[in-house]
């Protein structure tokens, strides 16, 4: 008699515990927002503390890069590039924002480091990334897939780059731009 109240019971256990796996690589697996849309409105604070929302910034490109982790060398890398270009892309009227899963602390450590002067954010809590389809699974770690979204001033997506080779990534964004631009 009691053989089947306890074969249900773990029935119903294996069916929510299914059911909360498939949630969890739902939100892991949040679809890419395309180009033509409008990109996805966030705010989160920079490595300088301070608040900062993507509508912020309406009026302007911006170039919203999601990269792994802070001082690794890609990371690294692609940074220093963008950093390097600064000035062409302040000439395009146009804003850097880094983003990671990093901390604020961890941010504020790779600037000082690697002389970065665009703003990084932490997306500790990693909706951001994961709502723009970039969070990985890294050996059990959560972490920022290498994508890059090209918002233009009106805060549509205009272009993406998805799997980001960051040794000439900065030098494929200002060509984008110079393109976008005529």
């Not at 911006?62 to 690294?76: A, E, H, I, N, S």
């Not at 899963?101 to 990084?120: E, I, P, R």
Request: some cysteine.
């Amino acid at each position: 008699m009691h053989l089947p109240r306890i074969a249900t019971l773990f029935g119903l256990l294996a069916v929510c515990t299914l059911g909360l796996f498939a949630l969890r690589a739902r939100a892991a697996d949040l679809p890419i927002p395309q180009v033509g849309q409008t990109a996805p409105n966030f705010t989160l604070p920079s490595q300088e503390g301070t608040k900062i929302s993507l509508d912020q910034y309406r009026g302007q490109w911006v170039v919203l890069y999601f990269y792994p982790k802070d001082q690794t060398p890609g990371c690294t890398i692609e940074a220093r590039h963008f950093q390097r270009d600064m000035a062409q892309y302040d000439a395009l009227h146009t804003v850097i924002l880094g983003v990671s899963v990093d901390s604020v602390q961890s941010h504020q450590s790779f600037c000082a480091k690697d002389g970065l002067h665009f703003k990084l954010l932490a997306d500790t809590d990693k909706k951001v990334v994961a709502e723009y389809g970039s969070l990985a699974d890294y050996m059990g770690f959560k972490i920022a897939k290498r994508n890059t979204f090209l918002i233009n001033p009106q805060g549509k997506i205009v272009k993406e780059w998805i799997g980001v080779d960051p040794t000439n990534h900065s030098t494929e964004v200002l060509a984008a731009l110079h393109e976008l631009q005529k």
